[in-house]
């Protein structure tokens, strides 16, 4: 990690060390009910850093960074959501800053800053199972985030565009798993904005039976996605043609450059890659 970034992540010129290891990591029993889903075995642990040390500890309060470990469930998520991370932003998506960190037993985990905090101060957040008053985060769809998140946005149209930007990357990394729980809304005073994106994995890598390519519904289907779904999604929307798919036409090498250098194992890579490929020709987007 560079200087730069070392110190747009932990305000520091150096590198923090996490003295636990996964065993030390408390987690009760999860047992799988119903769907199928990463975010609901993944432990998450708030952390933050101690200056004195440099190191990153384990906090009830006060927080500043998510720690993701790895998780028996699924191998390697941390691996994965560093790499769909990397591609968003790289994407043009606003994602937070976000690295692996080796644990004390060198295992990896995904550390990602919080972006309901800003200098101590907490931002109010509401997703948008909260928002849609609605109990399972995997009903209903993208339009009525759509349609609620441009009646609530400072900037609907702008913000009904990143939206749908979003929705598209989740669908060419394979991530199956974006519910209504993964799109939020921030508020800072009278300012009401589309949360940065975030929990983006690529879930067929890690499902092996998945069978949805969205956990919610864009344009009344979950599967078997198409152009045509999509682009009714943003008529719906009211994205201009033009800018629908630009941050996507041709990145192809530029998705595959990120992979090659991420942490996911070769096998893993080669399947990401099939995964990208297929999606994008569905999409009738260029290499």
């Known amino acids: 990690m560079n200087e730069k970034f070392l110190k747009e992540m932990f305000n520091s010129s150096k590198s923090p060390v996490i003295d636990f290891g996964s065993a030390d990591i408390s987690q009760e029993a999860q047992k799988l009910a119903g769907k199928l889903s990463i975010s609901g075995v993944q432990p998450k642990l708030s952390v933050k850093l101690d200056k004195k040390q440099n190191m990153l500890i384990v906090v009830n309060e006060g927080g500043e960074y998510l720690l993701k470990p790895q998780t028996p469930a699924f191998a390697h998520i941390p691996e994965n959501e560093q790499c769909c991370m990397d591609i968003a932003q790289e994407l043009n998506i606003d994602v937070p800053p976000h690295c692996l960190l080796p644990l004390k037993d060198k295992s990896l985990a995904y550390v990602v800053k919080r972006f ?46 990143l939206l749908f930007e979003r929705v598209v990357l989740n669908f060419i990394l394979g991530n199956g798993d974006a519910h209504l729980k993964n799109y939020s809304i921030s508020y800072k005073g009278d300012n009401r904005r589309l949360s940065p994106a975030y929990d983006i994995v690529c879930s067929r890598l890690a499902i092996l039976k998945e069978k949805e390519e969205s956990a919610i519904n864009i344009n009344g289907k979950k599967s078997r996605l198409l152009k045509a779904d999509f682009d009714k999604l943003a008529e719906y929307l009211n994205v201009p043609v033009k800018v629908r798919y630009e941050n996507f036409g041709k990145k192809f090498d530029t998705m595959k450059r990120i992979i090659k250098a991420s942490q996911i194992d070769k096998a893993g890579q080669a399947k990401f890659l099939d995964i990208i490929k297929e999606r994008s020709r569905r999409l009738e987007l260029s290499e």
Request: charged residues 40%; without cysteine; proline residues 2%.
């Open 116 to 161: 309901d905090r800003e200098k101590g101060t907490k931002i109010h957040q509401e997703d948008f199972a909260q928002i849609l008053e609605e109990n399972d985060k995997y009903k209903g769809s993208v339009e009525q985030i759509g349609r609620k998140l441009k009646e609530i946005s400072s900037a609907p149209g702008y913000d009904a565009q």
